[in-house]
């Protein structure tokens, strides 16, 4: 049972294939096994492949099993299709396009079960890359807040100076007016006098618009530390709701990206692994001589071969000889009498009714 699921699984005709020797099955058996197992892992590459994109179970095996019927049809018309004849390099240029077809299979193969036997390097390098990709995110994130939280940041600093300044200045005042009190500056005459006074005014002049200025500014500051804390606040939501993104950012493609940072030389043995089994149906049949088989499904070719070449050329004399026995039908016909006078009196009567009706549209015309 086993041995004839293989059998069909090599493309090969169940009857024909029935008649020959058991050790002309078995080579085919072998080749349908090969087949199958490819076909096989196809399937569980695919499979995973498909889970790291969908992240469902039953889905990626779904499609993972179309996968592989599908890997298993290719693979099985191209080895039914490599007929085995006298030459070598004949039979070496008709498998060619299909070498190359099972390359392009193998890689599609191997990749997904690289990316599986490599998982965790791969998580490694995701890793890395996504912490960088965090810090990148911030400082993208950064520039599009900073300039304006250090132009309200310059304008609290700005608005401190001026209170600074105008306290400087209070003070100042107050040095001169006690200093003239003291009669250390100024008119250095001990006392309260008028000077003393002029310079009292105008120190506490400056004194209310110091706390005038106080207010103001110590409101502005206020305003501008709220506008900084919302800004730093929504550069805090931003880096939030972008991280899931990069938490993510381990798919199909950022895993295969992932897998060419890694050293070459595992992955290209991984790909030869699966080069080999894909095309080795395919050298079994190009280094195996002919045998019982091909023999006998030459002959059933030939035959029909033959057969239609007899039934066409069959029809072409038929219709050649149909063709001379009509000319000559034809020929016998023109020198019959009778048939020239019937057809002579047509004629006349044919130009009569043109006369006719000539003569009688030029009648009413007049």
């Not at 085919?28 to 790291?52: D, R």
């Not at 009190?181 to 250095?188: S, V, Y």
């Not at 993104?245 to 295969?256: C, L, P």
């Amino acid at each position: 049972m086993l041995k004839k699921f293989f059998l069909l699984c090599s493309g090969v005709d169940l009857k024909l294939i029935e008649s020959c020797s058991n050790g002309e099955q078995n080579k085919y058996a072998g080749i349908g096994a090969t087949v199958f197992f490819t076909a096989v892992m196809a399937t569980l590459a695919a499979t995973y492949a498909l889970y790291t994109v969908f992240d469902n179970l039953f889905a990626s095996i779904f499609f993972g099993l179309i996968w592989g019927l599908l890997i298993f049809n290719l693979d099985r018309f191209i080895v039914s299709t490599i007929k085995k004849n006298q030459s070598k390099w004949k039979e070496f240029l008709q498998a060619t396009p299909r070498l190359i077809l099972a390359m392009i299979i193998a890689m599609v193969i191997s990749k997904p079960l690289e990316l599986k036997i490599f998982e965790k390097e791969i998580n490694q390098v995701l890793l890395e890359e996504k912490n960088q990709m965090t810090l990148d995110n911030k400082d993208q994130i950064a520039k599009q807040f900073q300039p304006e939280i250090e132009k309200l940041a310059n304008g609290i600093k700005s608005l401190k100076d001026e209170i600074a300044n105008k306290e400087q200045e209070v003070n100042d005042l107050y040095e001169t007016y006690i200093s003239e009190a003291e009669g250390r500056e100024g008119t250095l005459i001990v006392g309260k006098g008028p000077v003393y006074k002029e310079k009292r005014d105008k120190h506490d002049a400056a004194l209310q618009e110091l706390a005038q200025l106080k207010k103001d500014n110590n409101q502005k500051i206020a305003n501008n530390e709220l506008a900084i804390a919302q800004l730093q606040n929504n550069q805090k939501k931003a880096e939030t709701d972008t991280q899931p993104i990069i938490a993510n950012f381990d798919g199909f493609m950022a895993r295969i990206n992932a897998l060419g940072k890694l050293p070459w030389l595992p992955s290209f043995f991984i790909f030869l692994l699966f080069l080999a089994i894909e095309t080795a149906p395919i050298f079994a049949k190009l280094v195996s001589p002919r045998g019982e088989y091909d023999y006998k499904l030459e002959d059933e070719e030939t035959a029909i071969k033959n057969w239609v070449a007899q039934q066409v050329h069959q029809r072409d004399e038929l219709l050649d000889a149909d063709v001379a026995i009509n000319g000559k039908v034809y020929t016998d016909i023109q020198e019959d009498e009778d048939v020239y006078a019937y057809k002579r009196k047509k004629a006349q009567e044919l130009m009569r009714d043109q006369a006719d009706a000539f003569y009688q549209k030029q009648k009413k015309l007049l």
